[in-house]
């Protein structure tokens, strides 16, 4: 039986960074085979997050996104491997952290109150 298994996991990311108040977007570029799985604001900064659940861990989209013209501050690839910082400032997480990412703060404009 085949399963699949990058689309289980990027489900399950997904429902740990909803469910942890994230709001999620999927980028991909016209014409191009750059993609990327999340994007999202973490810890104020905005944050290409790659999820790989096979053999093959090089993402290029991410090294792309992080490197290039795009204003991606930050990357993070979660994956089955070791916890570290690569050389090209990629944080290497493993498949359990976002479940744990830090709650975040919604920035609202103070509420008015009418004037009597």
């Not at 491997?81 to 404009?109: K, M, N, Q, S």
Request: aromatic share 8%; net charge positive; charged share 20%.
């Amino acid at each position: 039986m085949y399963v699949n298994e990058g689309a289980v996991v990027e489900s399950c990311i997904s429902q740990a960074l909803v469910s942890n108040g994230y709001r999620i977007h999927f980028y991909s570029k016209p014409n191009s085979s750059l993609k990327m799985d999340f994007v999202i604001s973490y810890k104020g900064h905005l944050t290409a997050l790659e999820t790989r659940s096979g053999k093959t861990k090089i993402s290029r989209s991410l090294l792309m996104l992080t490197s290039g013209d795009y204003k991606v501050e930050r990357g993070i690839k979660i994956a089955d491997g070791p916890v570290g910082v690569d050389g090209h400032g990629i944080l290497h997480l493993p498949l359990f952290a976002p479940c744990f990412f830090d709650i975040p703060r919604i920035e609202t404009a103070p509420s008015r109150t009418p004037r009597k």
